[in-house]
């Protein structure tokens, strides 16, 4: 949200910043009278029903890529029972895993922020009184005194939601598609139809990497048929050697009848145009994981109280990579959740605090449902530079900005933890 100081009251409660920083005209639930409530009721019934029809299409393709490879491919072409049981196994596997991450992606709700975010009774009727919108900052950060709070909006307001009235939590944002904040929004993905956040990014990166992996194979493993059908047509089309073919049935005897054929061209077609598509999206979010930066903080740095920091959650490649896949390498390829944190708060590479020496100055760990058991250390914003930051003031600590790590007296516990992006 951009300029939230200024134009955050009554008119755009209708709608939230969209990443362009636009803002789209959601249905108007309370200004509008009761006659207009039903079309537009029905209106939002017809999106929710076609926004499933890419996913229809992605479901039907892989059912029929299921049909085509393994009874066309594998039971009525494939002559080697050797060849067939490594290619019909090998497919299983890939298809199991596709399937199953493609499954926890779509179904996966995302995660909301929880009731800490939204403004107490009292603390909210006087915000939607309040008319001006510098007073309505005083009462946000009032409340976000108690709230682990690392991110402003680019003028240095407390990020609110007028849609869901609550606090954004760090790296949360406004799905207008699904009309909810989302914790660690990263895209809304038409192709899954939903939102791909904090509560299912690591199924969505496995998704995208098992379909690679079952587009891949199947284009390899198809390829050598593919070839075969393809000079046979080529030959028949042309009448070349068609006579000599049919004589001595060499190419019969491996290529059956021309539904097989039919299917086996389009597999390989389909699968290299999956391909072909899948790769540069599976490298962006790779590079975006080993960077700890989501799609939405890509294309616009969160803005931390020294400014804009693109790298502001990044901790270092091992640790990027093991804030989406946990520290356990043993589960890393199955779509299970074991991501760390709690999606509110998110360890920034400014401060890292040890949960054995807790001290008055810092926030207690919110309840850490995705964390790994045995994490051998944990990362929780500190209360204090919460503080200082809401008040716009600076932890003394918070000026070293050396790659270096600084082990202050045992009794404060302090890390200053920092690793250089390249
Ligand atoms: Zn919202
Ligand atoms: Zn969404």
Redesign the pocket.
């Known amino acids: 949200m951009r300029g939230g100081l200024k134009v955050e009251p009554k008119q755009r409660r209708v709608g939230?910043a969209r990443m362009d920083g636009s803002y789209p005209s959601l249905p108007v639930f309370c200004s509008q009278g009761r006659g207009k409530m039903a079309p537009t009721h029905v209106l939002r019934c017809c999106q929710r029903g076609l926004a499933w029809i890419p996913v229809i299409f992605i479901a039907l393709v892989v059912c029929w890529s299921y049909y085509a490879y393994v009874v066309e491919l594998c039971l009525f072409t494939i002559r080697s029972p050797i060849e067939k049981a490594i290619y019909l196994a090998v497919f299983h596997v890939s298809f199991i895993m596709f399937v199953w991450s493609y499954w926890k992606t779509i179904f996966t709700r995302p995660a909301t922020p929880s009731k800490e975010f939204c403004l107490p009774k009292s603390e909210k009727e006087q915000y939607e009184k309040e008319q001006r919108p510098e007073t309505q900052q005083e009462i946000l950060k009032r409340v976000a005194t108690s709230l682990p709070l690392y991110t402003r909006t680019g003028a240095g307001a407390i990020r609110y939601?007028d849609?869901?009235q609550?606090i954004k939590p760090d790296r949360c944002h406004?799905c207008s598609a699904c009309d909810?904040?989302v914790l660690k929004m990263d895209h809304h993905c038409p192709w899954v139809n939903n939102c791909v956040g904090f509560s299912n990014y690591k199924f969505f990166i496995l998704f995208l990497t098992y379909s690679l992996v079952y587009c891949l194979f199947i284009a390899a493993s198809v390829l050598q048929y593919f070839i075969k059908f393809w000079t046979f047509w080529l030959n028949y089309t042309f009448k070349i050697e068609h006579k000599r073919l049919l004589l001595n049935g060499s190419i019969y005897s491996e290529l059956p009848e021309s539904h097989a054929k039919f299917h086996v061209l389009f597999l390989f077609f389909v699968a290299a145009m999956f391909c072909i598509s899948i790769l540069s999206l599976f490298t962006y979010h790779l590079w975006l994981v080993g960077k700890n930066r989501s799609t939405i903080e890509a294309f616009r740095a969160p803005v931390f109280r020294n400014g804009p920091d693109k790298n502001g959650f990044s901790l270092g490649f091992s640790k990027n990579i093991a804030q989406v896949f946990g520290d356990q390498k043993k589960y890393w390829l199955l779509p299970v959740f074991t991501s760390q944190g709690d999606g509110f708060s998110f360890p920034t590479r400014l401060v890292t605090v040890d949960p054995e020496q807790p001290t008055e100055c810092f926030q207690p760990a919110g309840p850490d449902k995705g964390a790994v058991e045995g994490s051998a250390e944990q990362l929780t914003p500190l209360s204090e530079s919460q503080n200082r930051l809401l008040g716009n003031d600076y932890h003394a600590e918070e000026d070293h900005k050396e790659t270096d790590v600084l082990k202050t007296d045992e009794s404060e516990a302090i890390t200053i933890s920092i690793e250089s992006e390249s």
């Open positions: 939230e939601c849609r869901c609550v406004h909810m904040c």
